[in-house]
């Protein structure tokens, strides 16, 4: 599978507790290919780089919020792959997907972003938590049902500042970005 190379940098702050960043490298990692290195193996806070490096967040409570909105948003993964019709999921289910599960996995993303004292999900620059969240929120939720973010003009907001982040204005623009499979509503069994 061919996606979008991101780098990990250790940060210089050490030993924060409570947050379980080996689940976030792993999120990391199951969207994008790592550049390996010795850096990228340890479980310390890290750098995400696109054009730039991104910070990632150091206070406790940030954190925190970070590990939570990337569980969300591997919460919203899973109940997409249930709802897959090709893969044997009945239209019931898929349809509950549609109506009911998918708006109520949105309305939480979008609470929380509204709640965020900046433009993203963790304060006012692009982080782990909004790569994850934008992976669940576009590719398996209004990709697959075109009109979903319609009642959600934050996250349409949102959505859109992130596209124009020129790393991945650059990725969604790329061979290896149009080379991947995409989920659109035929996996819902609407043609």
Not at 24 to 36: D, E, G
Not at 148 to 164: G, H, N, R, T
Request: a negative charge.
């Amino acid at each position: 599978m061919s996606t979008l190379s991101v780098v990990f940098r250790p940060a210089k702050t050490s030993g924060r507790s409570g947050v379980n960043l080996a689940a976030t490298q792993r999120a990391m990692c199951q969207c994008w290919r790592c550049q390996t290195d010795e850096s990228s193996l340890n479980l310390k806070p890290f750098f995400v780089l696109w054009d730039g490096w991104v910070d990632m967040p150091t206070e406790e409570g940030l954190l925190y919020l970070t590990d939570k909105l990337i569980a969300d948003a591997e919460d919203l993964r899973v109940e997409s792959y249930k709802s897959f019709v090709a893969w044997g999921a009945s239209q019931e289910t898929a349809d509950a997907f549609i109506e009911k599960v998918l708006p109520l996995h949105l309305g939480n993303l979008e609470r929380q972003l509204k709640n965020s004292s900046g433009g993203y999900f963790v304060g006012d620059f692009l982080t782990i938590a909004d790569i994850a969240c934008y992976d669940a929120i576009v590719n398996f939720g209004s990709s697959r049902v075109p009109g979903a973010l319609d009642q959600f003009p934050a996250l349409i907001a949102w959505v859109a500042k992130v596209e124009s982040n020129e790393g991945i204005k650059q990725y969604l623009a790329s061979d290896s970005f149009a080379s991947l499979m995409k989920f659109g509503p035929e996996t819902l069994g609407i043609s």
